[in-house]
């Protein structure tokens, strides 16, 4: 079988458990290729050397570029703060190496279109980690959805919220950086967008509003010096999408006691379903037409029947996690590299999901609608 050798810049979360589902997917699924943990960058050879250790890799260095010029990676697996995407990205396109990289793409659509102009012309094969695409039982909304079981789309209500700035004395942190792009909307709310055009559509045109709760944080741990915050805490948006439809969006992290509320409802002319992230293994499932007094919502539990899931267990109900949707979607990823299905969302659809962020940012700034096709 051929070897995919791969090399893996950041050892933070993701880093962590892009490595765990290159690990498992090669004991959970059938693969066309063997990937191998080649190589791992990190910002200096002592931090990169203690997590290649712990994580499986090979080798380690403290110099990215090094790791792109290496000629055993084969793949170039980013998970970096937002800012180092761009020049690691190009870097690896140059020297015609496929590239996996985290989301947002970019702090903004103007450099995520440069990142998908130059993969294009290159004809270099890209991925995006919008990982919760790859939740079977988001794969079954859009199945619903596409088949008309609820007829014709009328609204999507979304929403992601978390609560992990919800402590006001929380130190800044990259995320909280803008020169790393925006806030909130894009760290969590580009997962609700990459969900709404996945299951609904194109959204058209948006109207968002923007708000930072916490203007000031500790410059680091233990500090006594604040750090100005300029971007979004909390983010909202009504939208249009280009089928008909219409829809909110949301998007918090100071939800306090939320710990993984991305979740979302769509509801159409014959029925609704509806999807929660903290019970993320259930879809609600409504279709108009039942008896009276027996009207309501049932529980349509994971199970072999659903994409992917019975490589993991040949029961339905038994649960999976969040590594094993990661470890789904680098199934994916491996079987385009191979050349089957290509791979989504590639850099083109991480752009147009960094659109809608930039135009609800925009429209929020302007207190207009916006188009999209503005951005």
Known sequence: MKRLGVGLVGSGFMGRSHAHAFRAAAGVFDLPMAPTLELLADVNETVAA?????????????????????????????????????????????????????KPLAPNALEAKRMVDAAERKGVK??????????????????????????????????????????????????LDAAGGHGVVADLGSHIISIARFVVGPIESVVGQIRTVTDKRPSGPGASEMRAVEVDDEARALVRFAGGATGSLEASWVAAGRKMM???????????????????NELQLYTVGQPGGREGFKTILAGPQHDSYKEFCPAPGHQLGFNDIKTIEVKALITALAGGKAFMPDFREAWEIQRVVDAIVQSAREERWLAVTEI
């Open 126 to 175: 890209t991925a995006v980690g919008f990982n919760y695409l790859k939740n079977p039982m988001v794969a079954l909304a859009r199945e619903i959805v596409a088949s008309g079981e609820i007829g014709e789309v009328v609204s999507f209500r979304g929403i992601h919220a978390e609560d992990y700035m919800t402590d006001p004395k929380a130190p800044f942190t990259w995320r």
């Open 262 to 280: 991305l979740a979302f409802e769509v509801t159409g002319t014959k029925g609704t379903i509806a999807v929660d992230h903290e019970r993320f």
């Open 50 to 102: 203690r997590a290649a250790d712990a994580l499986g890799f090979n080798r380690s260095t403290g110099d990215w570029k090094a790791l792109v010029a290496d000629p055993a990676v084969d793949l170039v697996d980013i998970t970096t703060p937002n800012t180092l995407h761009k020049p690691i990205a190009l870097a690896a396109i140059e020297a015609g190496k496929p590239v996996y990289c985290e």
